[in-house]
């Protein structure tokens, strides 16, 4: 393994509640009750050790016996973090970058990189993905995506240990909102490119935001059952949407296949 961290240092933003969509989706992740070993990596975790807290405190409603590891390229940003975090138990932080280097040749479960690939090219994203994914578990994911300042639109890519994607997930607060089609400018990396007519992510997001716009009919019953609306509509059109139960979260979920670039 390289002693050097491989990748370049995160902007640093954070802020608290920012990741509290993603958090909450990988607390209920199949994967994290099936593991014998709950350890999640929050690679890039920024200018303060706030992410990778709540993440423990989140995951610990579910898996009471969950660990986070803290990875950051900037030495400054892991003493911080230390510092922050001291007498909290199941959370530590190392430097390290996309080779994530874990303690005792142990391998995580999850693997979060938000906000990370953002700096980088979309040629980038496949390297990126493969270094982490090595790392994982045989049954593990990574998590890689991103979302706004405040945590109310948020996007991310399911990618199995063989760094092969599954899934794509889109998660909204749903007051308030005005157009799905927002999300469009929070996509990962590897699709924000690729929203132009002709690409499949392009007709999702438009095929998202015509249903909702549809469904306005029924809101005055509020906006989840106008969102289930929408979701049942995706499906009749033949979009392969999963995960349906968290439809109610304002989060859709759909096959990797039906958005991947052309």
Same mark, same amino acid.
């Given at each position: ?7 370049? @240092? ?32 929050? =690679? ?17 409603? +579910? ?55 953002? +700096? ?21 994911? =990574? ?33 308030? =909102?005005?157009? @799905? ?15 132009? @007519? ?35 509509? =995706? ?28």
């Amino acid at each position: 393994m390289s002693s050097s961290p491989v990748g370049r @240092p995160t902007r640093g933003t954070t802020g608290t509640n920012r990741l509290r969509r993603i958090d909450r989706w990988i607390a209920r992740h199949p994967v994290l009750r099936r593991t014998d070993d709950p350890l999640v990596v929050d =690679l890039g975790f920024g200018a303060s050790a706030v992410t990778p807290l709540e993440l423990l405190a989140r995951l610990r409603s +579910q898996r009471p016996d969950a660990e986070v590891l803290g990875l950051e390229i900037d030495p400054d940003r892991v003493a911080r973090a230390r510092e922050q975090s001291v007498g909290v138990e199941g959370v530590s932080f190392a430097r390290g970058g996309f080779e994530v280097p874990v303690p005792g040749a142990r391998r995580p479960a999850v693997i979060r990189a938000l906000n990370v690939l953002r +700096q980088y090219d979309e040629s980038d994203v496949a390297e990126a993905w493969a270094l982490m994914c090595a790392r994982l578990q045989p049954d593990g994911i =990574l998590v890689e995506g991103t979302c706004d300042e405040i945590g109310r639109v948020a996007t991310w890519i399911e990618v199995g240990a063989d760094a092969v994607p599954r899934t794509l997930t889109i998660s909204l607060r749903l007051a308030e =909102l005005d157009s @799905p089609a927002i999300a469009a400018e929070r996509l990962p990396k590897a699709l924000i490119h690729r929203n132009v @007519p002709g690409e499949r992510v392009h007709e999702f997001v438009a095929s998202l935001d015509r249903e909702w716009t549809r469904a306005a009919a029924v809101a005055p019953f509020g906006p989840v059952h106008r969102w289930r609306t929408a979701m049942h509509a =995706l499906v009749d059109g033949g979009w392969p949407l999963v995960r349906r139960e968290r439809w109610r979260l304002g989060e859709v979920e759909v096959a990797w296949a039906a958005v991947a670039p052309r």
